[in-house]
């Protein structure tokens, strides 16, 4: 038997381990199997080269808890250690024998999957057990050995019977502050969370498994059942497979494998698959968003070759796709020694720069194999490609290709279609092509209809970030403004140059302002006289674009370079001077009279804006029936 210190740089290496090491205890488990893992992985690459003379057969990773003696064992049937190769490997602390596997075979272990290269891995069972055992066998012709240690630098080490199979059997004595660590639900739970898509079977437990009847056997047949290992993870998740291998009905079958408590099926998916400059596998899909911003449910998960690390993956994936869901693979993705926190890196920004493309590319290919699906989806994907245009340049550059511009009419644009459609009659005098939008068809159909008299196209823009969206074309696009349909009266929208007639003198219509603003007596609304047609309508109350879209900015946690508090309601006022109600407020002498004819067609303004409310839509309503009932 040897006995000895373990080799590290502190007296005392354990209470670091548990204290600073690792933010989260409960990854011991992830850490325990990932080297079991590797182990099992290494022996499948040595027998594929030759290197290792035996069978590789089916091996499987066990799990197992002894309530009784207060233990948990980690078992695997992989590589095994020698008593030498446990001095290296578990005495010197934070040296990597995944590392050194690695760099030996670099030439053909590229594809072997080894998880492993942080060393202090298997030192964080040190967090839940005072004393750890490794019970291990070579696949070698060498004696099995045992190690124990009681979470001091000393070790003891001998030779032993105990152990005939190669593999490793890791047996933690759990500490009395961790004995949730032997409730099977809490194993089963970690197991889920870490170990659902590892590449080598897990075993927990048995189940009862059902034989199935023989075809001829009477009805009241009563079938077998037999005992069989209860493998609780699935070694090849849909993400390690070729697209051209997988159905629709397996990347659907996966996604419920994903998240479980998600009914609704997703819109489409993303394969990637790339393997230089970096490595990275994994499946993205498209949930129905509709304009849901919400991130915080069923995100992006992210894996080290099958180990579940974290589905906190702001930095890996551009921020328009955190709206996403799905798998990100990849063993190029530097993470701290606890794998807990990303590492700013290179590598990280080409590999946000690859998903990037692969989604531009993805949307083209969606909207040129089957542009009417395409439209039908549109609502529930919208806000992440706009997301997307407003803060992912290279994704912008590429926008053009797949966003669509929806009109109220249910018609769908691309940006060329739609300047195609509305150049001829939508540039206005000075050269500028308007673009004109409604944000709700009920609350702006009056301005709706008014546009489309005239021949407009207007668009259906209702997404939250849509302001953003604007500003981001406006600066982008030559000679192009938006312009929603209230923002001011339609003739003003897009100003031609037409004569305009007009049936009050400058005298008359100083005076109808003057009537007008005194029985207001409203700051809000600012008066504006227009020569417009008769049958238009006496008064129209509209939002100016600058002030109504700033606005809207700041609701969505914008507002430019103003930085200011919150901007007040302030609303035009259009009265239309050739109107016949212009000509009935100059002609009416009595005072009261005039203002209650002033403020009736206000509060009509005000009605069809449903600005009308409280005590203001009250009153209206009485006024309006004492007016029917004289």
């Known amino acids: 038997m040897t006995k000895g210190n373990i080799n590290v740089s502190v007296e005392n290496i354990f209470p670091l381990i548990k204290k600073f090491l690792y933010s989260d205890h409960e990854i011991f488990l992830r850490e325990l199997i990932s080297n079991a893992t590797d182990a099992t992985l290494k022996l499948k690459h040595l027998t594929s080269i030759g290197e290792a003379h035996v069978e590789y057969g089916n091996p499987k990773i066990e799990v197992k808890i002894n309530k009784e003696q207060k233990t948990l064992h980690i078992i695997d049937q992989g590589i095994g250690m020698t008593g030498e190769e446990v001095e290296k490997y578990i005495n010197q602390v934070a040296f990597s024998g995944a590392e050194e596997f690695l760099e030996k075979y670099k030439d053909t272990a590229k594809d072997a999957g080894i998880i492993g290269h942080f060393g202090l891995g298997f030192y964080s069972a040190f967090m839940v057990a005072d004393k750890v055992e490794i019970i291990t066998k070579s696949y070698k012709e060498e004696p099995a050995v045992r190690w124990v240690c009681d979470g001091s630098p000393e070790f003891t080490l001998e030779e032993t019977t105990d152990k005939t199979e190669r593999g490793t059997e890791i047996i933690l004595h759990i500490a009395e502050d961790s004995t949730e660590f032997l409730e099977e639900g809490k194993i089963r739970e970690l197991l889920l969370k870490y170990n659902k898509f590892m590449p080598v079977p897990i075993k927990f437990g048995t189940r009862t498994h059902t034989l199935p009847l023989p075809e001829d056997a009477p009805e009241d047949t009563v079938a077998e059942t037999e005992e069989v290992d209860n493998i609780i993870n699935n070694p090849t998740p849909a993400w390690t497979i070729a697209p051209n291998e997988l159905t629709n ?13 998600q009914f609704e099926e997703p819109l489409f998916n993303i394969h990637l698959n790339v393997d230089y400059p970096f490595n990275l596998t994994g499946i993205l899909f498209f949930p129905k968003l509709s304009n849901n911003l919400n991130i915080e449910k069923d995100k992006i998960q992210l894996y080290q070759n099958q180990v579940f690390v974290t589905d906190e993956v702001k930095g890996i994936v551009p921020d328009f796709l955190m709206l996403l869901r799905g798998v990100i693979d990849s063993p190029d993705i530097p993470l701290n020694v606890s794998r807990s926190y990303l590492q700013a890196d290179g590598a990280v920004k080409k590999i946000s720069s690859y998903i990037t493309k692969k989604v531009a590319d993805k949307m083209s290919s969606l909207i040129t194999e089957n542009r009417e699906d395409y439209e039908k989806k549109w609502n529930d994907i919208k806000v992440v490609i706009e997301y997307g245009l407003v803060t992912e340049e290279k994704f912008a550059e590429k926008s053009d290709k797949f966003t669509l511009y929806p009109t109220v009419d249910g018609k769908y644009f691309l940006w060329n279609e739609l300047v195609e459609k509305i150049k001829p009659s939508q540039t206005d005098k000075d050269g500028n092509l308007i673009v004109l939008y409604a ?35 406006e600066t982008s696009k030559e000679k192009v403004s938006f312009v929603r349909v209230d923002a001011d009266h339609i003739n003003n929208l897009i100003k031609k140059d037409e004569p305009v007639i007009s049936k009050l003198n400058d005298t008359e219509k100083e005076s109808l302002k003057k009537n007008v603003e005194e029985a207001i007596k409203d700051v809000k609304f600012t008066v504006q006289l227009e020569d417009l047609d008769s049958n238009d309508a006496p008064f129209t109350i509209t939002q100016p674009e600058f002030m109504r879209r700033m606005k809207d900015m700041q609701a969505t946690g914008g507002g430019g370079m103003f930085g200011m508090g919150n901007f007040p309601e302030m609303y035009n006022l259009v009265v239309n001077s050739n109107s016949e109600f212009a000509n009935q407020i100059l002609k009416t002498e009595n005072a009261e009279e005039k203002e209650n004819l002033i403020k009736y067609a206000l509060d009509l303004a005000k009605l069809s804006q449903n600005l009308l409310k409280g005590k203001e839509l009250t009153d209206f309503i009485q006024r309006s029936y004492q007016q029917v009932s004289k």
Do not use: C, R, T
């Open 249 to 261: 009905e397996d990347y659907m079958k996966f996604y419920h494998e994903l998240y479980p408590m």
């Open 439 to 473: 944000s709700n068809v009920d609350e702006q159909h009056s301005y709706i209809q008014s546009a489309q008299d005239k021949g407009y196209e207007v668009l259906l823009l209702d997404s939250p970030i849509i302001p953003h969206v604007i500003q981001k074309l």
